[in-house]
């Protein structure tokens, strides 16, 4: 039974396109958050997420929305697709944000752009 | 801004080798995270370290928190090739910063016979 769950895995898409990728986690935690891995495996927060509530919004275009329906759900949505947004996106969750924020990691979705 | 660093980069091992990942962090902080993550893979946790001093082992892995150095090692005893993976350390510099993790750049570790 897979804690935190992302659709697609793989997603490859043409510029300009507009794409979606959803996560949802079954462990109960109130905070979410989307990361963005490069090509050099270097890993940067995007977005965070607490009891629905936009928590952290690193400096990351506005072509990228998230969205979170409920506490188990965050979703990913990216406008007008460049060709430097390729990269690999996890989805993680934690039990809180202040004291205990371990994060447990999706299995990632591999997007690219051509 | 709080500033991750690991070294080595990358690490090439040799079967029954002991060796030692370094993290130094920028801030003052106490919770220190080490993941790892197989190629094409997700990120798995494997130690929080919580406290100065904190020192966990798990099989041949065993990580070390010294907050007044700013430094957590990752120690590897008798590597062996199913350590072949990369190992990112990751802090959460507390305060604001609601959660927010900072990756190190990771550590390729290969361990071949």
């Known amino acids: 039974d897979t804690a935190v769950s992302q659709t697609p895995k793989y997603l490859v898409t043409q510029m300009g396109n507009d794409k979606s990728i959803k996560c949802e986690q079954n462990?109960?935690?109130?905070?979410m958050y989307w990361y963005k891995q490069d090509s050099k495996k270097f890993l940067k927060i995007m977005f965070s997420?607490?009891?629905?509530?936009?928590?952290i919004n690193e400096t990351v275009p506005n072509r990228f929305s998230p969205k979170s329906p409920d506490k188990a759900h965050l979703n990913l949505h990216i406008n007008s697709l460049e060709l430097g947004d390729s990269a690999v996106y996890f989805c993680?969750?934690?039990?809180?944000?202040?004291?205990?924020?371990?994060?447990?990691f999706g299995q990632g979705t591999r997007l690219t752009v051509v | 801004e709080l500033k991750v660093e690991q070294n080595p980069l990358f690490l090439s091992m040799q079967e029954g080798k002991n060796y030692t990942i370094y993290c130094n962090y920028s801030?003052?902080?106490?919770?220190l995270y080490w993941y790892r993550q197989d190629p094409g893979k997700s990120l798995e946790s494997l130690f929080v370290?919580?406290?100065?001093?904190a020192v966990k082992q798990e099989g041949r892995l065993m990580a070390s928190l010294d907050t007044k150095a700013r430094l957590s090692t990752l120690h590897i005893t008798a590597a062996v090739h199913d350590l072949s993976a990369t190992y990112f350390c990751?802090?959460?510099?507390?305060?604001?910063?609601?959660?927010?993790?900072?990756f190190g750049q990771g550590t390729i570790l290969t361990v071949h016979p």
């Open positions: 801030t003052t902080s106490d919770r």
């Open positions: 370290l919580l406290s100065n001093g």
């Open positions: 997420y607490n009891n629905k509530e936009l928590i």
């Open positions: 462990l109960g935690h109130d905070t």
């Open positions: 993680a969750s934690s039990k809180g944000w202040g004291g205990n924020t371990e994060a447990f």
């Open positions: 990751a802090m959460n510099a507390g305060g604001t910063s609601y959660g927010k993790l900072t």
